[in-house]
T-cell receptor, first 117, second 110 residues
């Protein structure tokens, strides 16, 4: 149980283009989803928290207009990297909390490797 | 300032050589502490949640414990497949978000 998927797993794009990453909770509903970024050999850095049906809460230093987050349903959140540049290349990971599950545990997706040329 | 520190940064063990990983924290209002395992190029895999000092959780060769200042992840008779980075994270009462430590990279040699 508590499976989270991400799509795509890898994406390569040209500088200036936008990329959308999907995060789905497959066997549970998620009131809250989180987006993280991870640089090589470093820990996870929280980018934003999204709640279904409301605007995402971004961490300090994360550009809202660059990293657009939409949480349209209880099983889907999307992260769009707009006008991507090489410095946006990274490993993006989402997580989800079970709605009404009585647990604070975050279940993580497998991650998306973004490479911007 | 809230801090989560993991030690050691890296640990090499021989197969069967038991050891412990440490996660120390200085935070206000700890709600829970979480342990995850992360393999290269993958998302973290949930291992344990601990909520109260004195609490212990076990799963196969792993056992997690919690005090008021730190948590330990004990690995008994590890196998090469236990090689991974182990992350701890704390959750505070006032904020529904995790504060992650920097992780311990464990390498178990056959």
């Amino acid at each position: 149980g508590a499976v989270v998927s991400q799509h795509p797993s890898r994406v390569i794009c040209k500088s200036g283009t936008s990329v959308k990453i999907e995060c789905r909770s497959l066997d549970f509903q998620a009131t809250t989803m989180f987006w993280y970024r991870q640089f090589p050999k470093q820990s996870l850095m929280l980018m934003a928290t999204s709640n279904e049906g409301s605007k995402a809460t971004y961490e300090q230093g994360v550009e809202k207009d660059k990293f657009l987050i939409n949480h349209a349903s209880l099983t889907l959140s999307t992260l769009t990297v707009t006008s991507a540049h090489p410095e946006d290349s990274s490993f993006y990971i989402c997580s989800a909390q079970i709605a009404g599950g009585g647990t604070d545990t975050q279940y993580f997706g497998p991650g998306t490797r973004l490479t911007v040329l | 300032e809230d801090q989560v520190t993991q030690s050691p940064e890296a640990l090499r063990l021989q197969e069967g050589e038991s050891s412990s990983l440490n996660c120390s924290y200085t935070v206000s209002g700890l709600r829970g502490l979480f342990w995850y395992r992360q393999d290269p190029g993958k998302g973290p895999e949930f291992l344990f949640t601990l909520y109260s000092a004195g609490e212990e959780k076990e799963k196969e060769r792993l056992k997690a414990t919690l005090t008021k200042k730190e948590s330990f992840l004990h690995i008994t008779a590890p196998k090469p497949e236990d090689s991974a980075t182990y992350l701890c994270a704390v959750l505070l009462y006032n904020f529904n978000k995790f504060y992650f430590g920097s992780g311990t990279k464990l390498n178990v040699k056959p």
